[in-house]
């Protein structure tokens, strides 16, 4: 299963980055990030209709969707998760112990994972096979 991964990129969290997709690999499932894989965490589109055609064209390659909700996303993050609900995406929602999640991701996720690190969310997608 290849897993599209989505989850906050603030230039300073690369390392956290790095061990979700980890976290995913661990579980033996393929991990894609598309700021990693794609912008090489950096900004390379002008242009937010080149944007969202790439992302959609990479979420199309993709098994399901695994979003961090544990710092309440908005913007491209609630995006993703859309899309992945209009293709019919198994959506996995993990956050971290103690946080409280919008009651909206609710009707479309397949599982929703706590975790208080990474392996954490390992075990809880490998549960899922």
Known sequence: MKMYITSRFKGSNKQD????????????????SFIRDVENYQKIFDDPKDLWKRVQ???????ALLID???YPSGGRV???????????PIYVIK??????????????????????????????????
Not at 19 to 30: G, H, K, P, R
Not at 79 to 89: K, R, S, T
Not at 100 to 129: F, P, Q, R
Request: hydrophobic share 40%; glycine share 6%.
């Open 17 to 32: 980055i790095e061990a979700l997709c980890s976290a995913v690999s661990s579980a033996c499932m393929e991990d894609f």
């Open 57 to 63: 064209e990479e979420m199309m390659k993709c098994d």
């Open 69 to 71: 909700v544990s710092d």
């Open 79 to 89: 995006i993703e998760v859309g899309m992945a609900f209009a293709l019919n995406m």
């Open 96 to 129: 971290r112990e103690g946080i409280e999640h919008k009651d909206i991701y609710d009707g479309i996720t397949t599982k929703i994972i706590v975790y208080n690190n990474y392996s954490d969310v390992t075990k809880g997608l490998a549960e899922t096979k």
